[in-house]
């Protein structure tokens, strides 16, 4: 347990317990096993009220690997401050020494990404695994110009290449955008459908997340899968709206779009 006036924390098989400050703001945590960063959530946002605190049920996919002791902690996401620290047995483990690891069959750790899924995070991986997810973002950038679209590199790639030079360390994907030049959204499905065509020409397996956005994937040098997502965007009536898990919308002027 943390101290009071820090977070108060409590765990069980079902998940977490926290008791916040009074007038304490919204903020992303990140929570880590033995000092292993599994994940992030935010306190207010992804959890919900129950009897009086706050209640962070255990992602499915983290679910199997919560058996046996471990040292939990809750590191404030922008200062990395300590919120809260336990001890936990979870899961009713035969061995009462077992302590929980959230790792593959290999034993290659792994931590939740955005859509709470455990991945192969760009922290654990070396710039040699992940030269083929770069070099197919150039090939994207470069299919999508010679399909008349000017491609960018957004979201959490653009924020890791400007603020670290590099991939975000707990991302678990890359991120390309692009404005098109046509503004009804019939003819923009359309053109994404044909930017689609002509990636799976080039040998990319591609899934689709809706009429203006999917996903390329790509292997890594030791044929790890990872995702490339493309989100397309256009601007209607002095409105942008781009696409991504969570669409965005924004006023704005034509000229204020490059290669729009």
């Known amino acids: 347990m943390s101290t009071p006036d820090v977070l108060e924390a409590h765990a069980d098989d079902e998940g977490l317990r926290l008791s916040l400050p009074r007038g304490a703001e919204d903020r992303p945590v990140d929570l880590l096993l033995d000092d292993q960063r599994i994940g992030s959530f935010w306190l207010e946002r992804d959890t919900v009220e129950r009897e009086g605190a706050r209640w962070w049920a255990w992602p499915a996919a983290l679910r199997p690997h919560l058996v046996g002791r471990t040292r939990l902690s809750l590191v404030d996401h922008a200062s990395s ?122 040998g990319y397996p591609v899934t689709r997340y809706s009429g203006l956005a999917f996903k390329i994937f790509v292997q890594e040098s030791d044929g790890t899968r990872r995702g490339l997502d493309v989100f397309g965007g256009f601007l209607r009536e002095g409105v942008l709206y781009l696409l991504s898990l969570i669409h965005i919308s924004e006023p704005t002027r034509p000229e204020r779009i490059g290669g729009g």
């Open 81 to 202: 401050e300590q919120l809260a620290a336990l001890d936990l047995v979870l899961g009713g483990p035969s061995d009462p020494e077992q302590r929980i690891v959230v790792a593959d069959a290999q034993g290659n750790p792994l931590g939740l990404d955005k859509s709470m899924r455990l991945m192969r995070l760009f922290a654990d991986r070396s710039a040699e695994h992940l030269d083929p997810l770069l070099d197919s973002i150039e090939d994207v950038l470069a299919a999508l110009r010679s399909c008349g679209v000017e491609g960018f590199v957004a979201y959490g790639t653009l924020l890791g290449t400007v603020r670290q030079g590099g991939f975000i360390g707990h991302d678990s994907d890359a991120d390309v955008g692009y404005v098109s030049a046509h503004d009804h959204p019939a003819d923009v499905v359309r053109e994404s459908f044909r930017l689609q065509r002509a990636l799976v020409e080039m």
